[in-house]
């Protein structure tokens, strides 16, 4: 296998409150409002390393639940595995990876963040839940099967 057909695995969660909103970020290096998360190690337990994501975006410990899909980058060959969350801990803020932190609405999503990332967090606010999702995308937007 060459360098060019590996793939990278990343990992976010979906935190949602009380009231069904979703806690976003927004990326410092694109601008980009996204669900925190990323690139996990080699040697990295798939939840270690997506409690360590969301607390290095967030500032937030949280426990990891359901996954609620599985997404690939056809362009650049990165697989991410989106989960569920709630809080454990730990006070929402600003970090030196998010330029800003909200709660969004469904709408909001929808709003702010590109296709392909939106729908990783409609995704996870289904409800009822629904069983995970499987989707390709080319960086922006979705692509059909």
């Known amino acids: 296998m060459n360098e060019s057909s590996r ?13 069904g909103r979703a806690l976003l970020i927004q990326r410092r290096d694109n601008s980009h409002w996204e669900a925190p998360g990323g690139v996990l190690e080699l040697d990295e337990d798939i939840r270690a390393g ?7 975006e967030t500032g937030l410990r949280v426990h990891v639940g359901d996954l609620t899909g599985v997404y690939k980058n ?26 800003d932190i909200r709660w969004m609405t469904a709408e909001q999503v929808r709003a702010l963040a590109a296709e392909a990332f939106a729908v990783r967090v409609l995704d996870a606010m289904a409800h009822p839940p629904a069983p995970p ?13």
Do not use: N, P
Not at 50 to 56: A, H
Not at 81 to 88: K, M, T, Y
């Open 7 to 19: 793939h990278s695995v990343s990992v976010a969660g979906v935190i949602l409150d009380d009231a």
């Open 50 to 56: 997506l409690k360590r994501e969301v607390l290095e």
């Open 74 to 99: 056809m362009k650049r060959g990165v697989i991410a595995l989106v989960f569920r969350c709630r809080i454990a801990g730990g006070s929402a803020q600003v970090t030196s990876e998010a330029r």
């Open 133 to 145: 999702a499987v989707r390709h995308h080319d960086g922006t937007s979705l692509i059909d099967e």
